[in-house]
């Protein structure tokens, strides 16, 4: 497993940014997150960038299987060896999850509030409510960017770059426009 850091004097704050979940979502946040370490770095405290976490079969985050796989055991050792102020998971999706993925519905069907734009089908909300207590995270994001579509990265690659020079995940979320809602993410 890759693991890029650029840690800063102070250290803190700390950027965890997490790809490849699960299934083959690592091959397109490889590319999103290679790209994200090329070209920018944190101006104050550290960032980790983890591209691939596990090249693996697909199992939700939404289920509790996902507490069993390798993948989840080898998230919550980096989660806990790092103590990240900062965490963003990055998942990619099929267009055709795009409706169920925000329909306001989605917490009626998959018991999860919908995710919401922010630009040109890039979608941001919370981590899976499992993960969220078994990491036990302030606040973490799931940005969601659509599999294979090159032409979303670069609204990504802003939106990724926004955690990166934050110094909070609230002060991110504020300079994405979410000024309110941030307890609803
Ligand atoms: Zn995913």
Do not use: W
């Not at 050792?77 to 329909?103: G, M, N, Q």
């Amino acid at each position: 497993m890759k693991m890029y850091k650029s840690i800063g004097s102070p250290i803190r704050p700390l950027r965890l940014f997490v790809g490849g979940v699960h299934g083959k979502e690592y091959r397109t946040t490889k590319l999103l997150f290679e790209k994200l370490v090329k070209t920018s770095k944190p101006k104050s405290g550290s960032a980790i960038v983890i591209p691939c976490l596990y090249m693996g079969r697909y199992v939700s985050t939404l289920s509790s299987n996902y507490l069993n796989t390798k993948a989840c055991k080898r998230l919550v050792k980096i989660v806990k060896a790092f103590k990240p102020d900062i965490y963003v998971e990055v998942h990619c999706y099929r267009l055709s999850s795009y409706s169920s993925l925000t329909s306001l519905n989605r917490i009626n069907v998959k018991g999860v509030p919908p995710l919401i734009e922010i630009e040109n089908g890039v979608l941001i909300g919370s981590i899976s409510p499992l993960l969220k207590a078994k990491l036990n995270l302030n606040i973490p994001i799931l940005i969601e960017t659509p599999c294979g579509k090159r032409k979303n990265f670069k609204v990504a690659l802003k939106i990724l770059r926004v955690f990166l020079m934050a110094n909070s995940t609230q002060e991110a979320l504020e300079a994405l426009g979410f000024k309110h809602e941030v307890k609803n993410i």
